[in-house]
């Protein structure tokens, strides 16, 4: 018999960050992903999974105009119709990938009469410009949609402040495979340096003059810390005469955008992992956390992170990771001091945070989590009575 198809549509198939989608997607067992983007790249990065197949489609109805333009220069064939595909591939149920995206789906889901299911991942419910062009759309599809999905409790009262019903929300966290990832415990470097990494693109909710100014600081207390950053992004410029004012360059490393085994290599070189996440002037924020957060756990890295969205829900506070407020400088920068000064609290913290992630963010058993939603939303129409689940 085969399995049950459930779409699943996006802006693009995939954003180099997206590993946290990717990884469901080639996950699931009991359902066949059928997945429609209006862009397709990053190919090799994310290749197609087994047993799952991919269209392109121009924009549904109600997609915004600069979203249709960006599709049209960057189609070059594929489906006409998303309706046509759905019907083709038997689909029992769509999912859409960002708050927009399924805006463009209300529509087709009062013609097709297929269950509906929402995942938001962070700007597409903080960042104000969204919220102001959505408004109405949101109210809508909060009405309309079956099943939205958050990261964490931050996430789900974030939904929740903007209308949508608790009923309707669920708590599907962040998945990575922990076997894909080796843990160790890091020596005690003595005099040599402390490498703390941190990854991800350069805007402003990311954190990374935070981190600058808490590296600057830490360094009067211990000059052995040494900053490594992967990522690129419009802050880059900006960042780098920051450095040169805090006189930190020479401990800095940016090495840009890099293919995923450097980061990988980076990972298991590092002795600390540091993720400052802010809300930024905009109101973009963290969707719940950075899957990178997870990984540098899988790695069995000691983390220093801020208390922001649902970082706190995906690190043991006080086990694996240490945590300041946002924008609290002083903070990091001691909880750096701390650990660079504390080696022997590194393979405690690496093994807490291995743990975490294999009891509560490992793909295998959260994607079973999600396929059992899809049937009972296929074949219900509800996810169920009650507040969202925030275990």
Do not use: N
């Amino acid at each position: 018999m085969s399995r049950p198809a459930v779409a699943h549509v996006m802006e693009c198939y995939l954003g180099a960050t997206e590993t946290f989608i990717h990884d469901y997607l080639a996950a699931f067992r009991r359902v066949r992903p059928v997945i429609v983007a209006r862009r397709v790249e990053s190919l090799d990065l994310f290749p197609v999974p087994e047993g799952a197949s991919l269209h392109r489609s121009p924009p549904a109805r109600g997609t915004p105009a600069w979203a249709a333009a960006a599709v049209r220069r960057s189609l070059s064939g594929g489906e006409p119709h998303m309706e046509s595909i759905f019907a083709r591939e038997e689909v029992r149920a769509v999912h859409a990938h960002f708050g927009p995206v399924a805006c463009g789906l209300l529509e087709l889901r009062r013609r097709t009469r297929l269950p509906l299911i929402v995942s938001f991942y962070g700007y597409d419910a903080s960042m104000r410009s969204v919220l102001r062009e959505f408004a109405d759309r949101y109210r809508r599809l909060f009405d309309l949609g079956d099943l939205f999905l958050a990261e964490g409790p931050a996430m789900a009262r974030r939904l929740e402040s903007l209308g949508c019903p608790s009923s309707r929300i669920r708590i599907q966290r962040i998945a990575v495979d922990p076997s894909r990832y080796a843990a160790r415990e890091r020596p005690d470097p003595g005099s040599g340096p402390v490498r703390v990494l941190m990854c991800g693109r350069m805007v402003p909710k990311k954190g990374h003059a935070a981190a600058l100014r808490a590296l600057a600081e830490a360094r009067r207390r211990d000059p052995r810390l040494e900053l490594r950053l992967v990522g690129d992004g419009p802050e880059r410029p900006a960042l780098e005469k920051l450095c040169r004012s805090l006189g930190v360059e020479g401990s800095v490393a940016m090495l840009g955008a890099s293919p995923r085994a450097v980061f990988l290599r980076e990972l298991d070189a590092a002795h600390l992992y540091l993720q400052p996440s802010r809300t930024a002037p905009d109101g973009d924020s963290e969707g719940g956390a950075p899957t990178a957060l997870l990984e540098a756990q899988a790695c069995g890295l000691p983390v220093v992170a801020t208390r922001h969205a649902d970082i706190p829900y995906a690190v043991r506070e006080g086990d694996s990771a240490l945590l300041a407020d946002e924008e609290d400088e002083a903070g990091l920068a001691e909880a750096l001091v701390t650990l660079a000064g504390s080696p022997s609290w590194w393979g405690p913290m690496g093994r807490s945070g291995r743990a975490h992630v294999e009891q509560r963010h490992d793909v295998r058993a959260l994607s079973t989590q999600l396929e059992v939603l899809y049937a009972t939303v296929a074949e219900t129409g509800a996810p169920g009575a009650g507040r969202w689940d925030a275990s």
